[in-house]
């Protein structure tokens, strides 16, 4: 007996160790998913950028397209922030105005990307077989085939509108969205609660739409900040191959316009300040999905990078 009383002692303090060091592992993974002080800098200004684009038709700011407004090339000074471009039009007006479709670029891009693409690598991780290999196929089309080829291809033969421009950006997204759903589902298919409700005898829409879903949709929103980041960049890209909006102007037209070696000499403002606010603006999306993406644990999911 007092053997055994020893022995469920020792029993005891190895569950407390045991309890003690899941408890520390429980706390260090606690402290590294902490969103972080710079996640909500980065917030705060997408939000600040966002409503500069909503709001630019009512700000107290001058036509962007109005000449005159200053001289030539004027250096940036108290009436015109950021300078003024080769037409005397004023930069900081520009800038918000450009802000517009690069924003409705990156946003429509990416909804349209993960409304094909999500659907698409979810059946594809949930049913397997046969179908599975079928929408791989796909998606390693999609892969394969260049992007800057299938941008040119639907742009020329479409024509450069807003619509075409998200549509050709999202087009290029769906192949990596579609993957990186088929991979969650995959790994969130195999969990207990969906062995669950198929004992219980619950339909495969049912499951998929009820338990697969929003299992999906939590780390697929934490890669959407980076998926919009890409978008953006990607208007920027086509802008320099004269593929981006004909009407209106983004930051990528912008760029453009500015990087005239004569231009980037005499006036260099006019292209900085575009690329300063696209690089602060997409920095911020890449910090944030990072920060969301370690905060939710997608790479314990075995798809997220590093």
Do not use: H
Not at 28 to 50: A, D, H, P, Q, Y
Not at 70 to 95: A, E, I, Q, V
Not at 133 to 138: E, M
Not at 173 to 197: C, D, H, K, N, W
């Amino acid at each position: 007996m007092k053997l055994n009383f020893i022995t469920t002692r020792r029993g005891f303090r190895d569950l407390s160790s045991q309890d003690e060091d899941s408890s520390k592992i429980d706390d260090t993974k606690r402290e590294k998913r902490k969103i972080g002080f710079g996640f909500w800098v980065s917030i705060v200004w997408m939000i600040l950028v966002i409503l500069a684009a909503l709001l630019a038709p009512i700000l107290p700011i001058s036509d962007p397209d109005q000449t005159g407004v200053g001289g030539r090339l004027d250096s940036p000074n108290w009436d015109n922030w950021f300078g003024t471009d080769t037409n005397g039009r004023d930069m900081f007006s520009r800038t918000i105005w450009g802000s517009r479709i690069s924003l409705t670029v990156g946003f429509f891009a990416i909804v349209f990307g993960f409304a094909v693409g999500g659907p698409i690598g979810i059946v594809a991780g949930f049913f397997k077989g046969a179908t599975d290999k079928l929408l791989s196929i796909i998606i390693f089309i999609l892969f394969a085939f260049p992007g800057l080829v299938l941008a040119l291809l639907i742009i020329s033969l479409i024509g450069q509108t807003l619509a075409v421009v998200c549509l050709t950006v999202g087009i290029i997204g769906v192949a990596p969205i579609a993957r990186l759903a088929r991979a969650i589902t995959i790994s969130t298919a195999e969990r207990e609660f969906v062995a669950a409700a198929r004992i219980l005898g619950s339909t495969n829409r049912r499951i998929m739409i009820r338990e697969i879903l929003p299992n999906v949709t939590i780390p697929m929103g934490a890669l959407a900040f980076l998926g919009m980041a890409l978008a953006i960049v990607g208007e920027g890209g086509l802008a320099f191959l004269g593929l981006s909006v004909e009407e209106g102007f983004s930051w990528g037209k912008m760029i453009v316009l500015g990087s005239a070696s004569r231009t980037l000499q005499k006036a260099p403002w006019v292209s900085m300040f575009p690329i300063g606010i696209m690089f602060l603006t997409v920095m911020s999306l890449n910090y944030a999905g990072d920060r969301l993406r370690d905060f939710f644990d997608v790479r314990e999911m075995g798809i997220g990078g590093g």
